[in-house]
């Protein structure tokens, strides 16, 4: 399929999903959210280990929602929106890949939501996060008042959706929001070098890892651990396991095939 506001560029096992609609800051509406729906229900995870989402541009990751299309809907309408997103980054937070925001500058509203479903947020020195949802007369709608918590803690998480205020990048590395700072003309070469590392890496293992920290966050602490019991046993019955073992006792080279 021909995106109109998507760009994709695949570099052996990695992805790279861009957002492309300039003339807005990348603003996700409908029609945006429609094609990354249609792009996480194709992407092959067998060939790829690693997805990187940026915005295209050197001013904004994604701006937000588009308010164009939200100010007339009604109460209906408005769920049915919040859902649309809350439902495509849900798949991105699901995706059985790695996936690393790349935020090169505005990440409000929508946008801070994006970076959010995604495993590890990177940004560059010029980006600057918030959920203004407020000062519109509305609350976060793509899952912010949920993953933002679980990021920063409930009192952070309050201060800035009651507020509105953004934050630069500085702060939002200190209270946890993003997991490093670059300049912007390192960030997309930095964002190369974490993938790499990670595709360096047991496929199926970083994927279990992945459903691990993932579901387990809100088990009770048996349960937690249960069910990582359970897949790293599940580790043991996979060829990838076998040759990382062996390489390492014969200290030699390994490449995982992901089976």
Request: net charge negative.
């Amino acid at each position: 399929m021909d995106y109109q506001f998507l760009q994709t560029v695949k570099e052996d096992k990695l992805c790279i999903l861009t957002i492309s609609a300039p003339q807005s800051l990348n603003a996700l509406n409908s029609s945006v959210l429609n094609e990354m729906r249609h792009f996480l229900e194709n992407i092959d995870t067998a060939a790829t280990r690693c997805l990187i989402i940026t915005g295209d541009g050197p001013k904004s990751f994604v701006a937000g929602a588009d308010i164009s299309e939200m100010a007339g809907l009604n109460a209906a309408e408005g769920e049915a929106f919040g859902k649309r997103g809350a439902d495509v980054f849900r798949m991105i937070e699901t995706l059985p890949i790695p996936v690393i925001a790349a935020v090169n500058g505005f990440a409000l509203g929508g946008g801070c939501e994006l970076a959010m479903a995604c495993d590890i947020r990177i940004c560059s020195s010029n980006a600057r996060f918030g959920q203004p949802e407020v000062g519109l007369g509305i609350i976060p709608g793509f899952s912010g008042t949920y993953r933002l918590a679980k990021l920063v803690g409930m009192g952070m998480a309050k201060q800035l959706i009651f507020t509105g205020k953004p934050i630069k990048s500085d702060e939002a590395l200190r209270i946890g929001l993003v997991n490093a700072v670059y300049e912007p003309d390192q960030l997309m070469a930095e964002a190369r070098n974490m993938a790499a590392a990670i595709m360096n890496n047991a496929p199926v293992a970083v994927a279990y890892a992945k459903e691990c920290i993932n579901e387990e966050y809100d088990l009770p602490a048996d349960e937690a651990i249960a069910y990582e019991n359970r897949l790293f046993g599940q580790c043991f019955s996979t060829a990838d396991q076998k040759a990382g073992m062996r390489a390492f006792l014969e200290k030699g080279k390994v490449q995982f095939e992901g089976k």
